[in-house]
T-cell receptor
Framework: KAGVTQTPRYLIKTRGQQVTLSCSPI?????VSWYQQTPGQGLQFLFE???????NKGNFPGRFSGRQFSNSRSEMNVSTLELGDSALYLC??????????????FGSGTRLTVV | QQQVKQSPQSLIVQKGGISIINCAYE??????FPWYQQFPGKGPALLIA?????SEKKEGRFTISFNKSAKQFSLHIMDSQPGDSATYFC?????????FGAGTRLTVKP
């Protein structure tokens, strides 16, 4: 059974550019969550999607956005990149509607570096 | 807004010793408390989880102790091994929203 797949694994962008990250959840999982991980802030919740609808959103500026497709694949977009956006972006999928019953399965993340 | 506080930030334990990581939460609506283990270059992996109606859960060398009245829970790793060296995160979930502690970097010395 394939795990959560995130692409690309590494990305280098310039300040002011925009970036799109992709996440393919475990087959059958309908809930996808995104997290930003940095050494200083730890794991910060970005947003969660279920059946193409955003159900929860963390405290990030509007430059961070996401979407989910009908096949449950998800993308997140960051516009007007800032140096502080450099981080590991993690995607997690869950088999239950709430995520509580089975926990989250994380991908290996996309390492974004903004220069 | 840190809803889950985790300590210590780092921990060094001798092989065979007991590793103990503590977490405290604020929101009494949280209803699921997982622990994740993360190795460098990998995403966090679910290790063990507990619901607030249970005071303790054991899986192999890993045990969660849960104190609902104190709003605290902890992870105990018995007979710690060098392969357990990783970063551990506690988390708390309510209504599709999972919040993580800041993480504990565990080093088990051989």
């Amino acid at each position: 059974k394939a795990g959560v797949t995130q692409t690309p694994r590494y990305l280098i962008k310039t300040r002011g550019q925009q970036v799109t990250l992709s996440c393919s959840p475990i087959s059958g999982h309908r809930s996808v969550s995104w997290y930003q991980q940095t050494p200083g802030q730890g794991l910060q919740f970005l947003f969660e999607y279920f059946s193409e609808t955003q159900r929860n959103k963390g405290n990030f500026p509007g430059r961070f956005s996401g979407r989910q497709f009908s096949n449950s694949r998800s993308e997140m977009n960051v516009s007007t990149l800032e140096l502080g956006d450099s981080a590991l972006y993690l995607c997690a999928s869950s088999g239950s509607g709430t995520g509580n019953l089975y926990g989250y399965t994380f991908g290996s993340g996309t390492r974004l570096t903004v220069v | 807004q840190q809803q889950v506080k985790q300590s210590p930030q780092s921990l060094i334990v001798q092989k065979g010793g007991i590793s103990i990581i503590n977490c405290a939460y604020e929101n009494t609506a949280f209803d699921y408390f997982p622990w994740y283990q993360q190795f460098p270059g990998k995403g966090p992996a679910l290790l063990i989880a507990i619901r607030p109606d249970v005071s303790e859960k054991k899986e192999g060398r890993f045990t969660i102790s849960f104190n609902k009245s104190a709003k605290q829970f902890s992870l105990h790793i018995m007979d710690s091994q060098p392969g357990d060296s990783a970063t551990y995160f506690c988390a708390a979930t309510y209504n599709n929203d999972m919040r993580f502690g800041a993480g504990t970097r565990l080093t088990v010395k051989p």
